[in-house]
C-alpha cells in the first residue's frame, strides 16, 4: 500500500529564508503524489501535484516541489519566506484501495515564520 | 462558485447524543469523501463514496454512518457522540478523470464531544 511520511512536525524559518519540508513515500508502483497547504481554521487547499509529467512540479505562492525516485522523496521547498506562509503542509499520495481512488496523507508539517 | 459546502462550522454535544454533519459540493463531482483531522495524525478517511448510491469504509469508520443523498451531498452521521470523536471533520470530493487529479475540501466542522 501507499503510504508518506513527513519528516519533522514542527519546521521554524526566519523570513526571506529557505523554506525545506521533507515527505518521503513508499509504492509499489509510479506514485502521483501532492502538496497541501492548511492556514488556520481553514480547510486544505492544493499547493502542486506531481503526476509523472516533469520531475520538477511549481506550484501556488512560489513553493515547487522535485519528485526523485531514486531517494522516494517529495520535497517541498520555496527560496524565500514570508510571513502569510505559516500553516500547516501535507504531503499526500493517490492510491487505489478497494479499487476506489484516495488520497492518503502524511502527518503533517507545521510551519513557523519568525520575523 | 461555492465548491464544497459543509455545515455546521462549530458544533458541541454531550456525550450520547447524535448529530449530522452536513456536506455538498457543486462541481458535478462523483467521489466524495470524509476525513477527520487530529493533531499529530495527519487526515484520516472515515467513508468514501465513489458514485451516488455507494458508500464504502474507509480507515476509522466506527462510530459513524454515512449517506450519499445524491450525487452533491454526502452526510456524515455519529449515532451516540463519544469523547473520541472529538476532532475537526473535512468532506471533499473529486473529479474522476484519473488518478492524478487531487481533491477539492470544505472548510470543515469542528466537533467537541464533552
Known amino acids: 500500500a501507499q503510504s508518506v511520511t513527513q519528516l519533522g512536525s514542527h519546521v521554524s524559518v526566519s523570513e526571506g529564508a529557505l523554506v525545506l519540508l521533507r515527505c518521503n513515500y513508499s509504492?509499489?508502483?509510479?506514485?502521483?503524489l501532492f502538496w497541501y497547504v492548511q492556514y488556520p481554521n481553514q480547510g486544505l487547499q492544493l499547493l502542486l501535484k506531481y503526476t509523472s509529467a516533469a520531475t520538477l512540479v511549481k506550484g501556488i505562492n512560489g513553493f515547487e516541489a522535485e519528485f526523485k525516485k531514486s531517494e522516494t522523496s517529495f520535497h517541498l521547498t520555496k527560496p524565500s519566506a514570508h510571513m502569510s506562509d505559516a500553516a500547516e503542509y501535507f504531503c499526500?499520495?493517490?492510491?487505489?484501495?478497494?479499487?476506489?481512488?484516495?488520497?492518503?496523507f502524511g502527518q503533517g508539517t507545521r510551519l513557523t515564520i519568525n520575523p | 462558485n461555492a465548491g464544497v459546502t459543509q455545515t455546521p462550522k462549530f458544533q458541541v454535544l454531550k456525550t450520547g447524543q447524535s448529530m449530522t454533519l452536513q456536506c455538498a459540493q457543486d462541481?458535478?463531482?462523483?467521489?466524495m469523501y470524509w476525513y477527520r483531522q487530529d493533531p499529530g495524525m495527519g487526515l484520516r478517511l472515515i467513508y468514501y463514496s465513489a458514485s451516488e448510491g455507494t458508500t464504502d469504509k474507509g480507515e476509522v469508520p466506527n462510530g459513524y454512518n454515512v449517506s450519499r443523498l445524491n450525487k452533491r451531498e454526502f452526510s456524515l452521521r455519529l449515532e451516540s457522540a463519544a469523547p473520541s470523536q472529538t476532532s475537526v471533520y473535512f468532506c471533499a470530493s473529486r473529479l474522476d478523470r484519473g488518478i492524478g487529479y487531487g481533491y477539492t475540501f470544505g472548510s470543515g466542522t469542528r466537533l467537541t464531544v464533552v
Open positions: 499526500a499520495v493517490s492510491s487505489i484501495i478497494q479499487g476506489a481512488q484516495k488520497l492518503v
Open positions: 462541481m458535478n463531482h462523483n467521489s
Open positions: 509504492s509499489s508502483v509510479p506514485p502521483y
